[in-house]
């Protein structure tokens, strides 16, 4: 099933299920793939607000910021978030963890002009994808 296809269900899963992360990730994604930003912003939003202490929405919810709507103060609290979680709640260290470092590093060089803060993040970025990958 594609991801225009399979947007009806996702939203009635949300709707019946609003306690299910994986039916807010799912439906998210697929309104990105169908280029339906604001959906998916709204959709990831909903997830923030009902999975606060999962990174992977706070994750899905600042990049999703970042990339298609330039809301780069928000999308920094929510990367901050996501490495917060990560710290804190000892969670299985996937790939979004050092993503996370990535994006915040290019927000750092790009929109604030702040080239050490960027590389010191460009470093995190680096030490935790060789970490994971080893």
Same mark, same amino acid.
């Given at each position: 099933m594609d991801n225009k296809s399979a947007i009806p &269900?996702?939203?009635k899963?949300?709707?019946? !299920?609003?306690?299910?992360y994986s039916a807010f990730k799912n439906l998210g994604c697929s309104?990105?793939?169908?280029?339906? &930003?604001?959906?998916a912003l709204d959709c990831f939003a909903?997830?923030?607000e009902n999975f606060p202490a999962n990174p992977g929405a706070q994750y899905s919810f600042a990049e999703t910021? =970042?990339? *298609? %709507?330039?809301?780069? =103060?928000?999308?920094?609290? *929510? &990367?901050?978030?996501?490495?917060?979680? %990560?710290?804190?709640?000892?969670?299985?260290?996937?790939?979004?963890?050092s993503d996370t470092f990535n994006n915040l590093g290019n927000i750092y060089e790009s929109i604030k002009r702040d080239k050490e803060k960027a590389n010191e993040l460009y470093k995190l970025a680096d !030490?935790?994808?060789?970490? %994971? %990958?080893?």
């Open positions: &269900y996702l939203e899963a949300t709707m019946l !299920k609003p306690r299910i309104y990105l793939q169908t280029q339906n &930003y604001e959906k909903k997830s923030v910021l =970042d990339k *298609h %709507f330039k809301r780069y =103060d928000q999308a920094l609290v *929510h &990367y901050e978030k996501v490495i917060e979680i %990560f710290e804190k709640e000892k969670v299985m260290v996937d790939r979004r963890y !030490k935790h994808k060789l970490s %994971f %990958f080893n």
